[in-house]
């Protein structure tokens, strides 16, 4: 397999985009990874969205975004498996120059949740869970990660309190970053005192709805070094499944996916989780960051609230976790998240960051997970 | 200088607390007080509707004015809760206050901002020489989807004024009107409940038409937020007011005053319009105040009014919002209140 770098990123501010179509936001993010890369064309492209279907009752984007992107006829694929779809658009771009089938691939993510109302995005959102199993009964994904919540805090004695803290965390990393929706601080006691959305878990324990897109263009090693662009290569790749139902599942505390897609990811890289620098992952909630960290092996089981508390995730800390701000702050367009991760391990490894750069990182992590997590990709990347 | 000569509040008294309407839905009350900063709503009995409260409101403007009634040329009635589709609210007020049959009626509907048209195209006929008096009212028993967000505020109330060129209490020295096509709010022909955007009814809808108008109507006369004694904005919740007015550079204290929708909840039509009657009732001669209204659909009407000396002379002939708003209160329960709002209804 040949070796495979990312040599271009875009994304735009991302929020809640009234006066622009998915097409709008689709376009203007995906020229400028072309134009960050310096390349004259593409050669294949991957597009991650969740639900265009339903958000804005249009199918086939493939094509309509190679069309609009003026790229047609290039090959053009669509990738679904929920809020990881961004991340898998990656691993098949990545599949797909190692391979050697293709030698400069643009890799996206896109979704405009906004034009419909609250109802019907929870309804979107809600079809990444098992229908017959969970959304019928009338659970939402805030239900189904307090459930998760709860038996954390029950299983090894995680405070309200640590699950407040990674939104603080995530928030003070997202007021430095001017792409966020919510670029904003807030306290613990702002979090404590939010509005209830699903006991234990509240408003500002919750990603928000979002418009945006993120994307990457990424080609050989060998032709990166010809751009004259800073080289972040991606050593490792993971992907995995697990029980659509958490009811389904072990332990409702464990993401068994996350785990395994990790460890893939790690293998193919040669690495260890120690070996890692700056992490990027998947904080749809507050609890879920605290479960990645543990299937990541970040942490021991069950200590990722004290981690969190004692501060070893923030940008100075020793196991530096989310500091675009996460879904949390910066907002979670679903299908653009896992590619958003990797603009910003990339601007990481490039020490491009700003006042939320990770002191010389060389080695980044990313974890995107789709429902409550039963897909999950993991991408490991390197600065040359 | 043409303006207000009289005006006129009205206010049902029964209410229901957010603590009463949560309860039924297994909401957390402290969030939405917190989320809406509301407290509590008024509810119209089963026998009040928008006539009923523009008559009311427009006998107190009456008294204040001291006119007779037959010298009104124009009674306009802006509501999105006229009780008939066909049939006009206007002819029955203008009965009510004795202004027929000389007298030109029209039921104006555009959301929460209909009051303030009426007002807007009295006062211009009386600008243009038309009519000695004109009537402009805003009045809604508004209603809210059971369940639905909107059940915490949607309200009732109703505020009438006068415009005339003599005996004038508050100049209007300036007018401005901003609008586009933005749906963020709707309900169509044979729908009992409205619909709404969710969080589009903020940002493109309610701040972009509310701010718009504020700075435009500031840019025509030159004049700052630090200028004006007093502002109003619509008040479709209680935190949407108070975020306009930072945006704008206004303080609290200037938009406390006609901040009641705490303890009233929005009344539509009547929203903005019975926060100016709150703030002429505390107002003192020479002050100056901007209102601003906002309906979905959607725009916003801008007014500047100057304070003049015969404010003092006319206050108390009628009741002070702030009293009507807070005197001989009637708490309902849910179901009470379902009743009266025709939530429920007795079998044939």
């Known amino acids: 397999m040949r070796e495979v770098a990312v040599v271009g990123i875009g994304m735009t501010k991302w929020g809640e985009l009234w006066n622009k179509s998915l097409r709008d936001i689709y376009v203007e993010t995906a020229l400028m990874a072309i134009d960050d890369s310096g390349v004259d064309h593409i050669d294949s492209m991957y597009i991650g969205s969740m639900s265009s279907g339903i958000f804005v009752g249009q199918e086939h984007i493939a094509s309509l975004l190679a069309d609009y992107l003026g790229c047609a006829p290039v090959p053009s694929t669509r990738v679904e498996t929920a809020c990881a779809s961004g991340g898998l658009a990656l691993r098949l771009g990545f599949m797909e120059v190692g391979s050697g089938m293709s030698d400069i691939v643009l890799v996206s993510g896109v979704e405009k949740m906004t034009d419909v109302g609250g109802d019907e995005a929870t309804y979107a959102l809600g079809t990444a869970a098992d229908q017959e199993y969970e959304c019928y009964h009338g659970i939402t994904f805030p239900g189904l990660y307090a459930l998760m919540a709860v038996a954390h805090m029950d299983k090894y004695g995680t405070t309200r309190k640590q699950l407040a803290e990674v939104a603080v965390k995530n928030h003070k990393n997202g007021s430095k970053n001017p792409l966020a929706q919510f670029p904003f601080e807030v306290t613990v006691d702002d979090v404590l005192n939010s509005v209830k959305v699903a006991d234990p878990l509240r408003i500002l324990d919750c990603s928000p709805i979002t418009d945006g897109a993120a994307a990457a263009i990424i080609c050989p090693v060998e032709l990166a070094k010809k751009l004259n662009k800073p080289i972040v290569k991606i050593t490792g790749s993971g992907h995995a499944t697990d029980a659509i139902a958490i009811s389904q599942r072990k332990d409702m505390t464990w993401l068994e996916s996350t785990y395994k897609a990790g460890k893939s990811a790690y293998e193919m890289a040669g690495k260890n989780p120690g070996d890692i620098d700056v992490f990027e992952v998947h904080d749809c909630f507050t609890i879920a960051e605290l479960c990645v960290m543990e299937a990541l092996g970040l942490v021991d089981k069950g200590k990722s609230g004290e981690a969190v508390e004692r501060g070893r995730t923030a940008v100075e800390g020793d196991i530096p976790v989310n500091p675009s701000g996460g879904l949390k702050s910066k907002g979670h367009p679903v299908g653009a998240t896992g590619i958003a991760q990797v603009v910003e391990i990339v601007k990481q490894l490039r020490e491009e960051s700003g006042e939320r750069q990770v002191k010389g990182a060389r080695f980044g992590l990313t974890q995107n997970m789709g429902g409550s997590g039963a897909s999950t990709v993991v991408h490991v990347f390197e600065r040359e | ?348």
């Open chain 2, 1 to 348: 200088m043409e303006g207000i000569v009289g005006y006129g509040a009205y206010i049902p008294r029964n209410r229901i607390k957010v603590e009463e309407i949560a309860k039924v839905w297994g909401a957390d009350a402290p969030s939405y007080k917190k989320g809406l900063m509301l407290e509590e709503k008024s509810v119209p009995s089963p026998d009040q509707d928008t006539i009923t409260m523009s008559v009311e409101a427009s006998k107190s403007a009456l008294k204040r004015a001291g006119i007779d009634p037959l010298d009104i040329g124009a009674v306009y009635v802006g509501s999105e809760s006229h009780p008939y589709a066909v049939k006009p609210s206007g002819t029955v007020l203008a009965e009510a206050l004795g202004a027929t049959p000389e007298v030109h009626t029209a039921d104006f509907e555009f959301a929460c901002k209909a009051g303030t048209e009426g007002m807007f195209v009295a006062l211009n006929l009386v600008k243009a020489g038309i009519i000695t008096y004109g009537l402009g009212v805003g009045a809604d028993t508004s209603q809210g989807a059971p369940g639905d967000a909107l059940e915490y505020s949607a309200a009732a109330g109703a505020a009438a004024f006068i415009f005339g060129k003599d005996k004038v209490v508050a100049e209007v020295l300036e007018t401005y009107a901003y609008m586009t096509d933005t749906p963020d709010f709707w309900r169509r022909e044979y729908e009992y409940y409205p619909q709404h955007g969710g969080r589009f009814t903020g940002e493109p809808a309610y701040f972009k038409h509310v701010t718009g108008a504020a700075k435009g109507i500031m840019n025509k006369v030159d004049m700052q937020a630090g200028d004006f004694n007093y502002v109003i904005f619509h008040q479709p919740n209680g935190k949407f007011p108070f975020k306009a007015g930072k945006i704008l550079g206004f303080s609290r204290e200037q938009i406390e005053p006609g901040w009641l929708v705490n303890k009233l909840g929005n009344t539509y039509s009547g929203s903005s319009p019975l926060g100016l009657t709150a703030t002429l009732d505390i107002a003192k001669p020479g002050d100056h105040i901007l209102l601003v209204s906002y309906g979905s659909g959607a725009g916003s009407d801008a007014f500047i009014l100057k304070v003049t000396p015969r404010i003092d002379e006319v206050r108390d002939l009628a009741p002070l919002t702030r009293e009507i708003l807070n005197n001989n209160k009637k708490y309902l329960e849910y179901g009470e209140y379902a009743k009266f709002r025709e939530k429920i209804r007795k079998a044939e």
